[in-house]
């Protein structure tokens, strides 16, 4: 082989090469160039392709956050109907709270009437009835209607006398009285005693009195 022959070649496969290298830079690109290596794709064509994959990358990425978007409005709709729900029983609540309120004060009010309107008819009732107003020192006496019907008296009972008691004085110049109805007497400790009730002593012409 001469050298022109070799140099003929090298141009031949030189200008094979640049139209392929051509191809491969200003092909379109939907265009694939057949190398002795394999099939290559253009400049525009990867260029093309790098550009669907990152749309579609992207578009992914986009729908996700349109999707987790329109997930946390939802929730947030949610939780909005469930807080005005839960106001709106809570406000119900308190509107039910304070009406059962106002009707237990209500009801205490009317029977604080009602008691004091049965007081006053118990006090009338027993003023009618002529019936004492006190207690005070009336220990162990008992009811006895008047003798004009109008009303009712405390009186002593018979059942509870009294008791007199009768001793000299240590000098002997005096008679003294001693008369009780609740107290403890020892009847050696006097010269003379009685029980009564309603009854007074005196001493006339130097005698012992009894008034009835």
């Known amino acids: 082989m001469s050298l022109q022959t070799d140099l003929h070649d090298a141009v031949t496969r030189v200008a094979a090469d640049s139209a392929l ?23 525009a064509k990867l260029l093309n392709d790098a550009d669907a994959r990152i749309n579609l990358a992207a578009q992914g990425l986009l729908a996700q956050s349109q ?4 997930d946390v409005l939802t929730s947030a709709e949610l939780a909005s ?8 029983a809570a406000s119900q609540g308190v509107t039910e709270t304070n009406a059962v309120l106002q009707l237990v004060q209500t009801s205490g009010n009317q029977i604080l009437v009602d008691a004091e309107s049965v007081l ?26 008047k003798a004009d019907e109008s009303g009712y008296e405390l009186v002593n009972t018979a059942a509870l006398p009294r008791f007199y008691g009768f001793q000299l004085s240590s000098d002997g110049s005096e008679l003294l009285l001693t008369e009780g109805r609740d107290a403890d007497f020892h009847a050696s400790d006097f010269q003379a005693w009685t029980l009564a ?6 001493i006339h012409n130097n005698a012992l009195e009894v008034q009835l």
């Open 120 to 145: 006053q008819q118990v006090i009338a009732r027993l003023l009618a009835v002529g019936l004492p107003d006190t207690l005070t020192g009336a220990q162990g006496m008992l009811l006895k209607v």
């Open 67 to 70: 999707s987790a978007a329109q």
């Open 197 to 202: 009730e309603g009854v007074t002593f005196a």
């Open 21 to 43: 290298l051509h191809a491969v830079v200003h092909g379109s690109p939907l265009e694939t160039v057949t190398t002795e290596g394999g099939a290559v794709v253009t400049v």
């Open 81 to 88: 109907s469930e807080a005005d729900r839960a106001q709106s």
